[in-house]
């Protein structure tokens, strides 16, 4: 396997850029998965290291080599795309050697290649069949078997969970995990769905606009968020945002805040930043962190509007004043609040986070 490296990478169509200055270093044999939402970025920058898209500016290392101008086919990587793109008149075997026979390879290479890759994938009842007669999850193997028997340095994967169902993403998401660890692979993974970049990922990159927000390992993005947009994107349920002004400064290094809502919730929290009072800030709570009422530091009302039952857990969604919606996690299996009904919640000032007026996050 080998190691990427981009360096001040951007890409421009024209006046516009689309990406904007990417620093970013994928060691051999990590897992890194580009997160964000529609039109971030993030596929752009996964064809610019398939070579797919010309690099604008800075350089593209693939196992310490410039990249930038270099074919494709010529870069050591494998892509596996949204959809299966599988040959509808050939087989499982003959899908899975396509690229080997196109590029001249002795037959017993290319059996013994696609054997290995189908046994790593379980696919070998399923080799004479072709797509027509495989399902969703089957056909999306057999495209990772294709991208297997090219014994590539990296591996790339755009959105290549999101046309199969529910269920099948689950169990795809666990074959991939399971695949990146037997072959000690590096693989740069795109999606936007955060579910997935948590489960499978050593290292996420969350993108906005063409720019880097914060890169780290999973949890560390969820317990440490750099500003609003990561920690709203970074969860799910996603955190609840709760406009507040600081009212008072405490020694030590602390301000008191109370939320707009509710001027009467107010909370101490640490703050390293000059704020003073009057400034506006946010109060960020993940729903598992609300406690029960009468604990905490602090209290909040809230009236409920839809309570969401999983059967373990039950999501609260309601609201302090109408049009500002928060959501609560119940740890109960059941939680008999209905539409309307008046709930009191506690909130802690050190599971809490604090943001100033830009959004950014005030440690």
Do not use: W
Request: charged share 25%.
């Amino acid at each position: 396997m080998a190691e990427v490296r981009l360096t001040d990478i951007r890409k421009s169509y024209g006046s516009l850029e689309v990406i904007k200055g990417v620093n970013l270093d994928v060691s051999s044999g990590e897992f890194v998965v580009f997160v964000g939402p529609s039109g971030c970025g993030k596929s752009t920058l996964l064809r610019m290291i398939a070579g797919l898209e010309d690099i604008s500016a800075g350089e593209l290392t693939i196992g310490g080599t410039v990249m930038n101008d270099v074919d494709p086919s010529k870069r050591g990587i494998a892509m596996v795309f949204q959809t299966y793109a599988l040959y509808p008149h050939m087989t499982v075997r003959e899908n899975m050697g396509f690229a080997l026979r196109f590029a001249g390879m002795a037959k017993d290479e290319i059996a013994s290649r696609v054997n290995a890759a189908a046994k790593i994938l379980e696919l070998d009842a399923l080799m004479d069949r072709k797509p027509k007669a495989l399902s969703g999850g089957q056909r999306q193997r057999v495209a990772i078997g294709r991208a297997i028997v090219r014994q590539p340095d990296v591996f790339l994967f755009d959105e290549p969970l999101s046309n199969l169902d529910a269920e099948l993403r689950v169990h795809m998401r666990v074959e991939i995990a399971r695949l990146h660890k037997e072959l000690n692979a590096t693989i740069v993974y795109v999606t936007h769905d955060q579910v997935e970049a948590m489960t499978l990922a050593d290292k996420i990159v969350v993108m906005r606009g063409g720019i880097v927000e914060q890169v780290g390992a999973p949890l560390a993005l969820y317990d440490d968020p750099d500003n609003m947009f990561v920690a709203g994107f970074i969860g799910s349920p996603r955190m609840n945002f709760l406009p507040a002004v600081v009212i008072g400064q405490v020694e030590g290094g602390q301000v008191t805040v109370a939320l707009k809502a509710r001027p009467d919730t107010q909370l101490t929290v640490a703050c390293a930043n000059p704020l003073k009072v009057g400034d506006a800030v946010t109060v960020g709570v993940r729903p598992e962190h609300f406690l029960p009422a009468g604990s905490g530091d602090t209290q909040m009302v809230a009236h409920v509007d839809v309570v969401e039952h999983l059967g373990n857990t039950s999501y609260v969604y309601a609201h302090t004043v109408p049009g500002e919606q928060i959501i609560i996690e119940q740890e109960e299996r059941r939680h008999g609040g209905r539409y309307g009904d008046e709930i009191a919640v506690g909130i802690s000032a050190k599971t809490s986070f604090l943001f100033d007026a830009s959004g950014r996050r005030i440690r």
